[in-house]
Nanobody, 120 residues
Framework: QVQLVESGGGLVQAGGSLRLSCSVSGSIFSINTMAWYRQAPGKQRDLVAI???????DYADSMKGRFTISRNNAKNAVYLQMNSLKPDDTAVYYC??????????????WGQGTQVTVSS
């Protein structure tokens, strides 16, 4: 069984910062890509940032220069540092991990989501 636990969401004023964390636990054999997605009310879930097992990163255009994704392989954790937040960043943020459990295939797993609200 695999668990993804997110933390760090909350309410912040425009221009402020938040740091999201996602910790992965369970019978993990290996973790490949780790990513953050977000979903605003009435909208689809979109990719925010992704990081490979080797540390290569990519971002959605609107997040470049403001958000930074990182990971700690020893802790099976991924982070999202969000700076210069805007009201449009308001959404539920989800952690997504492609991992292989012991004796199993590589599959995507999702966290439960953490709410980020940016006030103007």
């Amino acid at each position: 069984q695999v668990q993804l636990v997110e933390s760090g969401g909350g309410l912040v004023q425009a221009g402020g910062s938040l740091r999201l964390s996602c910790s992965v636990s369970g019978s993990i054999f290996s973790i490949n890509t780790m990513a953050w997605y977000r979903q605003a009310p009435g909208k689809q879930r979109d990719l925010v940032a992704i990081i490979t097992s080797g540390g290569l990163t990519d971002y959605a255009d609107s997040m470049k220069g403001r958000f930074t994704i990182s990971r700690n392989n020893a802790k099976n954790a991924v982070y999202l540092q969000m700076n210069s937040l805007k009201p449009d960043d308001t959404a539920v943020y989800y952690c997504n991990v492609d991992l292989r459990i012991s004796g199993g295939p590589t599959l995507p797993y999702w966290g439960q989501g953490t709410q980020v609200t940016v006030s103007s």
